[in-house]
């Protein structure tokens, strides 16, 4: 097993947009990302020394134009059949599988109008900090409830509403310490998830840094309003 490709079915060639001049020959590390060769590699070596064994594993893999794919394969030793001597590699297309699984995390775990983490995300992650509180020392959190924000939609409409939220969550990005967790817990109240905290005093600045970010007026419709 020498790695270099010997044959290629239809089937393949279909699923990775590659003709046979362009596979066969050629050695497999030239289709895997190098990123995930050494998992492969570490694969492959296990289908010669244990054929008995399944060897399977998640790659990406290079098709036509270099693009890159996601795919299940399975690795079968065929070195003692003397019409094969080879490995047989299946493979399967799981680009939009992983696609779609991402997609479910994020609209499970994202506000959909502002992008930032939402109400379950940030619990899960309290839940993890508050088990690791001992090892990682003391964090944060700053609840962030704005004034008025009903008068906005009441006035202007939701729409306008959502346009105001989505840069009042830009705004609070850009006023909080980097590496710190800013979550949407709900309507127009915020949570800000700060890690390693040494005192009070440096969770006031933060606070005060956020208040001062957020005392400048918004400009909707032509008014500048004040939340």
């Known amino acids: 097993a020498d790695g270099v490709i ?46 008995r064994v399944s060897n399977q594993g998640r790659f990406r893999v290079r098709g036509h134009g270099d693009q890159w794919r996601d795919f299940e394969i399975a690795v079968a030793n065929k070195l003692g059949d003397p019409l094969i001597s080879g490995l047989i590699v299946n493979i399967r297309d799981i680009t939009q599988r ?82 710190s967790l800013l979550s949407r817990w709900g309507g127009d109240e915020f949570l800000l998830l700060v890690d390693s905290v040494q005192d009070e005093l440096q969770v006031r600045e933060i606070a005060e840094r956020v208040l001062l970010g957020l005392s400048c007026p918004f400009e909707l419709h032509g008014h500048e309003i004040v939340i």
Request: charged share 30%; proline share 3%.
């Open 6 to 51: 010997r044959f290629v079915s239809g089937a393949v060639q279909r699923l990775t947009s590659l003709r046979q001049d362009e596979v066969i020959g050629k050695h497999v590390k030239g289709f895997c990302h190098p990123d995930d060769w050494r998992r492969a590699e570490a694969m492959f070596d296990a289908a010669v020394r244990q054929p």
């Open 98 to 179: 992983l696609r779609d699984e991402r997609q479910l995390h994020e609209m499970a775990y994202r506000d959909l109008l502002t992008g930032l983490p939402n109400r379950s995300y940030l619990t899960q992650t309290l839940e993890s900090r508050i088990a690791a509180l001992e090892r990682n020392g003391a964090f944060a959190l700053l609840f962030v409830d704005l004034d008025n924000f009903k008068y906005v939609n009441d006035s202007y409409g939701h729409e306008a509403g959502d346009r105001m939220l989505l840069a009042l969550s830009r705004r609070l990005s850009e006023s909080i310490p980097d590496g």
